[in-house]
């Protein structure tokens, strides 16, 4: 697998359309002790955790990868976490951990599955409210592990019941919907988020054994990922690695301490950065809770104290960073702001993250990496619905922007309507099929655009969307009925196909079930549940898996089941244009139509049928259309409908 002209390709030189999942959702969270990432418990102890087993245990791995090929997603995004591989402290890497990464990439292989590595992180870690970094990264700035909920600096699921208790809810509150990117805006992840990307700019005077934090930090990870490369590089399933999932620019470029900026999500208490950072440091206070608005706006509707019993959330002898590096102060009893734009400029100028922090770090990931495998692709993300680093011909060979998009109203409130939906980007209601439809076609195209235009028209993957399977109330789970999940699954599908994208969808979970769901912060979105595939009908269509040639169109009529592809052929090019049929939809026997128009022919027009005769070969059983226009050069439309 490489790029060639701007195309992923095989070694036979056709374009590739690269579809499947990420694997898996409880990745995010240790396998054992049994039932970490669930409690309270799970934040203790952090260097005793493994996740050896994750996504799931090497007995189960063929059954799972065999369903997977059959279902033809055969590309895999494998979530891994820094915590995973290095969860015992700098430099102390899990072997175990990798010896299982090993077997299970090898049976990939022999299954047919290609991979790429995707370093994983949410809100930077479990004890900050997600996933992704080792505890030890907090450790090393004094931060008390324990406190982190009880200052406000977080907002965990495991002990979010423990700091809320109410009279109807004694034992404590459930966690709220959706409520964990909030935890971007909370001390501890925009902290740790600042200094990993910006420390040298923002935090000089921050040091961690005696080297810079920024350079600490990165160091350590981009060390821990080159290690598994390492013990990883002779794995032919591996295509590529990711560099960070949806990296995050913390205070960096946040003009105004003092202002809350705009919330990842407008929901939920979200304090502004001078409020984290008073909080943090043992001081009372009160901030702002947001609830949805029809605008999408902002809207506050009350307010919330955090860090009530004014409790320090740094170990004695350390202080917070921030306060270290002269942005405030409480000389005097009293906790003061003194430079409320520390972090609005960069050399003199308003902040791009991703181009001023961002790029930088990605084009060091890369550089280390490939001297693991100069071959490699590399899966790069930008901030989510904020930019992507620009990419020119002089940056790194072999980047893929790999974007995310979720309908993001049907994501936050658990509800899909076909005929209705809420742009998270503008905030205006859009009503009727055809328009909501044409909003998920138009918001990927616009990340198409802009990779054209900013990035050198690299090839995109659409490396996560998804839909959440607890709908309505989780009403399906007791009518078994996935015919609305069914419906939004084949409108995101539509729109990739529209827009030729390669995509890999959020997520298979083998241990899903209807109680846990993915197994992190009460999320369900995994394509499989309870030891079965589920609203199959909206991820389950026919793709052109390799094209001998440029794809053009892709059209799936799902209610009449027939298959349209169009792509230019390339007579360069001797193997087959190879398209996936599944066999849930198409018989023994299918009706092919294949006509052939040259270059300079009308639209309707066909070449001389005794200069070139298409061949066509369908194997039911490989669920495969193999399609061969020997010597023709020009426009090739293929309709497929089956003959049952």
Known sequence: MRILDKKIVD???????????????????????????????SLKNPAEASFTGRPFPLEEAEAHFDRLHRRGLTFIRLVITWEALEHAGPGIYDEAYLAYLRKLLLIAEEKGISIFIDPHQDVWSRWTGGDGAPAWTLEALGIDLDKLDETGSALTRQRYGEFHRTKKHPEGEPYPRMVWPSNYNRYAAATLFTLFFAGNTYAPDVKVAGESVQDWLQGHYIAAMRHCYRRLKNCAAIAGWGSMNEPYHGFAGHNDLEQVGTPVIPLGPSPTPWETMRAASGYWTQITVYGVSLNGKPNPKGHEVINPHSVSLFKEGYNCPWKQQGIWTDAGGEPRLLKKDHFANYQGRPVHFADDFLKPFVVRYIEKMREANEKTLFFIEGVPSEGHPTWKQKDPPNAVNAFHWYDGFTLFTKFFSPWFNLSTKTGKLILGRKKVADYYLSALREEVTWTANHMENIPCLLGEFGLPFDLNERKAFKTGDYALHEEALSLYYNAIDANLLHSTIWNYTADNTHAAGDGWNDEDLSIFSEGKERAMGGWLRPYPMATAGTPLSITW?????????????????????????????????????????????????????????????????????????????????VKVSSLR
């Open 11 to 41: 070694d036979e030189g056709r374009a590739l359309i690269l579809r499947g999942v990420n694997l898996g959702g409880s990745s995010k969270s240790p396998m054992s002790p049994p039932g970490w990432g669930l409690g309270a418990e």
């Open 557 to 637: 009529n799902r209610k009449k089941q027939i298959f349209t592809y169009r792509y230019r052929a390339d007579n360069t090019i001797t193997a087959p244009t190879e398209i996936f049929l599944p066999a849930e939809y198409f018989g023994d026997k299918v009706d092919v139509k294949i006509e052939l128009v040259k270059p300079d022919e009308t639209r309707n027009a066909r070449p001389n049928e005794a200069a070139v005769k298409p061949a066509w070969e369908y194997s039911r059983e490989a669920q495969r259309l193999f399609i061969t226009v020997a010597e023709f050069e020009g426009e090739v439309e």
